[in-house]
């Protein structure tokens, strides 16, 4: 099953898929693990949860932005 964000009746999967690749990369980078690592605790955490919901426009923020965010839980 394909996950489909709207935001506005506009599509912006893309966006968001995009977005969380660029800030798993960084996180890896930051914490020397492995991109697969650094998603997996991604998908854990509360900021991930507040990317799903396009109403909180997280997913307009930068991906650096966000990683703010992620550390700061």
Same mark, same amino acid.
């Given at each position: 099953?394909?996950? #489909? =964000? /709207? =935001?506005? !009746?506009?599509? *912006?999967?893309?966006?968001?898929?995009?977005?969380?690749?660029? $800030?798993? %990369?960084? $996180?890896?980078? #930051?914490?020397?693990? @492995?991109?697969?690592?650094?998603?997996?605790?991604?998908? #854990? %955490?509360?900021? =991930?949860?507040?990317?799903?919901?396009? @109403? %909180? /426009?997280?997913?307009?923020? %930068?991906? !650096?932005?966000? *990683?703010?965010? =992620?550390?700061?839980?």
């Amino acid at each position: 099953m394909q996950v #489909k =964000y /709207l =935001y506005k !009746e506009q599509d *912006v999967t893309t966006d968001i898929m995009f977005k969380i690749e660029h $800030i798993v %990369s960084i $996180i890896a980078e #930051k914490e020397k693990i @492995s991109f697969e690592q650094a998603y997996l605790d991604f998908l #854990k %955490s509360n900021t =991930y949860k507040a990317l799903q919901k396009t @109403s %909180s /426009l997280m997913w307009a923020e %930068s991906a !650096e932005f966000i *990683v703010d965010e =992620y550390y700061r839980e």
